[in-house]
């Protein structure tokens, strides 16, 4: 089992800067990548970004260049940078982490954190 804490998130105007940070316990170890999901409203949860144990990342192409993942040395705490927010940016933001024991993969999900950006 991993647990997910959210925390962060909050309003801002747009164009400004907002900071998401996810802790998790537990089995950590078994951590093979850790994500970040958005939902707004009456929409479908989306992938926003998303980091291996490797490092390598992506992103969702309408945050590209705006957005940055990244995670501690010790993968307890994984964090979102979100500059020039627009207000389609708007949702309640999610942590997950995905975990492989031999050829089972589970996800787990934070409580979520809402972000709202005013126009």
């Known amino acids: 089992q991993v647990q997910l804490v959210e925390s962060g998130g909050g309003l801002v105007q747009a164009g400004g800067s907002l900071s998401l940070s996810c802790a998790a316990s537990?089995?950590?170890?078994?951590?093979?990548?850790m994500g970040w999901y958005r939902q707004g409203p009456g929409k479908q949860r989306e992938l926003v970004a998303r980091?291996?144990?490797?490092?390598?990342?992506n992103y969702a192409d309408s945050v590209k260049g705006r957005f940055t993942i990244s995670r501690d040395g010790a993968k307890k705490m994984t964090y979102l940078q979100m500059n020039s927010l627009k207000p389609e940016d708007a949702a309640l933001y999610y942590c997950?982490?995905?975990?492989?024991?031999?050829?089972?993969?589970?996800?787990?999900w934070g409580q979520g954190t809402q972000v709202t950006v005013s126009s």
């Open positions: 537990g089995n950590i170890f078994r951590i093979t990548a």
């Open positions: 997950n982490a995905h975990t492989l024991v031999g050829f089972r993969e589970n996800d787990y």
């Open positions: 980091i291996t144990n490797a490092g390598s990342t």
